[in-house]
């Protein structure tokens, strides 16, 4: 495979972090106006339609099995109602930047459920990782509210990040679609649908009307339909294709940091000490899992690649696929909380 044009590569990773990160900041500005649960039904619907048309249009759409369509509909029942809404709900409360901070909890879940599940304990700097995220986001969750809210607002997005995590598990175990992009967009149109009648039956339709909206809140909504789940996924597919998966999973530490950022540039976020050492903490821990899971994932990927090389150096490489045709467990995982 030819290697990709640098300008590419930097505005594909350019908007997994910009995009991706500023997309907190797009749905607290977003449920100002517009009830939460419907913001997010529109979001997968919409964004899944992108998804699909995409697809069609690239004549790589392939139809899925009826057990591929369930695990989608298990996984986008737990990744949008279970995470999204409740996450653009405890949003009318707490800041973007926060929100961002707690839900770095994603990546520390994902260990712990996938270790109890393999029965097998995670590999030492894994833990590290785990203890000192955790502290980052004990920081924030157990002592008074930094930017509104009440402690339990951070209570709920740490458990709403599990329930990521899990859905995010059945999507990797369970019978996938032909590619990421599909994947992700039957995960979208039946997480929207799951939302959709969940909204329809709460009392918060009847709490809005159209009239309603400002514009503020309209280009969030577009933004997040059009920037952070259409280009932003096309960007990450095509990275994991190009680049390492632990180059393209940065994104999970950068995130937070744009957020932060974005919401003290816009008044939304009080930087204070607090906040500051629990940022440097969740980032600490998130930094030292993905480099325990991403070394193994890029020696087999140099193996496959190059596997005169790695003989010479004494590395076995693997018998079947090359590694690009193999969707590493990022893929899996759907990628990110956004």
């Excluded at 969030?220 to 960007?235: D, E, W, Y």
């Excluded at 930087?271 to 600490?284: E, F, K, N, S």
């Amino acid at each position: 495979m030819s290697r990709p044009a640098r300008p590419a590569l930097v505005a594909a990773f350019a908007s997994i972090y910009l995009f991706w990160g500023a997309t907190f900041l797009g749905i607290r500005w977003a449920v100002t106006d517009i009830p939460p649960l419907l913001t997010i039904a529109i979001r997968c619907l919409a964004g899944g339609a992108l998804l699909v048309a995409w697809l069609r249009v690239r004549g790589e759409w392939v139809p899925s099995s009826r057990r591929g369509w369930a695990t989608a509909a298990v996984a986008g029942t737990l990744l949008f109602l279970g995470c999204h809404s409740v996450m653009a709900t405890v949003e009318q409360r707490v800041s973007s930047g926060e929100t961002a901070l707690l839900m770095t909890a994603i990546p520390l879940w994902l260990v712990l459920v996938d270790a109890v599940r393999r029965r097998k304990a995670p590999p030492p700097l894994v833990i590290v990782g785990l203890l000192v995220g955790a502290s980052g986001v004990a920081i924030l969750t157990g002592t008074a509210a930094l930017s509104g809210g009440r402690g339990a607002d951070r209570i709920a997005l740490v458990l709403c990040a599990l329930a990521w995590a899990v859905g995010s598990l059945v999507a990797r175990d369970g019978e996938r679609a032909a590619s990421a992009v599909q994947a992700t967009a039957m995960q979208l149109l039946c997480g929207g649908v799951v939302v959709t009648v969940v909204g329809a039956l709460s009392s918060e339709r009847a709490r809005w009307a159209t009239a309603e909206l400002t514009p503020r809140a309209g280009a969030a909504l577009i933004f997040l339909v059009v920037c952070g789940t259409a280009l932003g996924m096309a960007s990450y597919t095509w990275l994991l294709r190009v680049a390492s998966p632990a180059a393209v999973g940065t994104y999970a530490f950068v995130n937070p940091v744009i957020a932060l950022l974005l919401g003290r540039a816009v008044g939304d976020d009080q930087l204070g000490p607090r906040t500051l050492i629990a940022a440097a903490l969740v980032v600490t821990g998130v930094v030292f899992i993905q480099r325990a899971t991403g070394r193994p994932r890029d020696a087999r990927r140099a193996a496959a690649e190059n596997p005169a090389r790695e003989a010479r150096r004494g590395v076995a490489t693997p018998s079947a696929a090359p590694a690009q045709t193999r969707p590493p467990e990022l893929r899996g995982r759907l990628q990110s909380s956004l």
